[in-house]
């Protein structure tokens, strides 16, 4: 199969698993992966609006990559309870659960997200 046809099945396999227990008021957190950067933001999929984001380019970090991604974890948290969002659902995409993805994730429970 094409790479690229097994990444977005992936993605969309993902995505509608998170849309069936997610008819209460929860936001989502959405993960984008670049080769440098790591991008995360809180989306309200109701309204269609993004409420926080944060990303490892424009906040000009240094170390490595996880350490970026724990970073970038900890400042959409902060972002998202400035903003009064407290419980989201994490939508990871076609990227599996480890690696920056885990970082991200760990980093945004230490800045106070429910998962």
Do not use: C, W
């Not at 999929?45 to 240094?62: D, F, I, P």
């Not at 350490?67 to 902060?78: C, D, M, S």
Request: aromatic share 6%.
């Amino acid at each position: 199969m094409n790479t690229l046809l097994t990444k977005e099945r992936r993605r969309f396999r993902t995505r509608r698993k998170l849309q069936r227990p997610v008819a209460s008021e929860r936001l989502r957190l959405s993960v984008f992966r670049s080769a440098k950067h790591i991008y995360a933001q809180v989306i309200d999929t109701t309204q269609g609006h993004t409420v926080a984001e944060a990303n490892s380019k424009s906040l000009g970090l240094t170390g490595n990559k996880t350490e970026q991604a724990t970073a970038v974890g900890k400042a959409v948290a902060e972002r998202a309870a400035q903003a009064g969002a407290r419980q989201v659902v994490f939508d990871r995409g076609a990227y599996r659960y480890h690696g920056r993805i885990k970082a991200l994730a760990d980093g945004a429970r230490e800045g106070g997200l429910e998962f």
